[in-house]
């Protein structure tokens, strides 16, 4: 008989590995100069349509606006931009937006490919059906269900909650055998880790 993994498995053995990446995102921003006040920056990774690509979004980091919701309280919105793809001219990638300067273009340029060429980034994309249920793991998401019930996470966050109805989702058994080699490598390494600790 073979080795299963749960949805739980998998996700918890993965997530390190998102934790990493989400690390290396974030020291693209010590290339950059933002020239606009309470505004940040966030940079992920598309591996869902083909080749991966480098997409940021600009985002206001304090509250603009307050409206009135249908049940008579108060809320504040925060406007978010829409993810917009990092382009490359030659061999230097570039911000297109106005409000960002890059201090050193060599630098930004070849950690981005360093990020967009790392085995993650590589391996990390999955989709297979299992019965009625279809295991997702993209560079953003894990993600398995049908159309009646499905668990998502956004893996390189902290706080993703499981209600009550997702722990038999969670308890679902894939063989070991249909995962990726990088997938199964990643688990094994994660779990001896934490027999370890």
């Known amino acids: 008989m073979g080795k299963y993994y749960t949805i739980f498995d998998i996700v918890s053995g ?33 591996t869902s349509l083909g080749d991966p ?31 917009e793809e990092i382009k490359k001219v030659g061999n230097i990638y570039v911000i297109s937006d106005q409000h960002v300067l890059v201090k050193d273009d060599i630098g930004f340029s070849n950690k981005v490919d360093k990020i967009l060429s790392s085995e993650f ?11 009625d249920f279809r295991l997702r793991i993209d560079s953003c998401w894990i993600s398995f269900g049908n159309s009646d019930e499905a668990f998502t996470c956004h893996a390189c966050k902290d706080d993703y909650s499981v209600i009550s109805s997702q722990f038999d989702l969670l308890s679902y058994e894939i063989p070991q055998s249909e995962l990726p080699d990088y997938h199964v490598e990643r688990i094994e390494k994660n779990k001896s880790l934490k027999m370890i600790k």
């Open 14 to 46: 993965l997530r390190p590995e998102y934790l990493k990446t989400k690390e290396e995102l974030e020291t693209l921003k010590k290339y950059l100069e933002i020239f606009i006040r309470n505004v940040d920056i966030e940079f992920f990774i598309n």
């Open 53 to 83: 690509n480098m997409l940021y979004r600009m985002y206001r980091t304090g509250f603009t606006n307050v409206v009135k919701k249908p049940n008579g309280m108060f809320g504040r919105i925060i406007p978010h931009n829409a993810p």
């Open 121 to 131: 980034t590589q391996n990390i994309s999955f989709d297979k059906e299992f019965g």
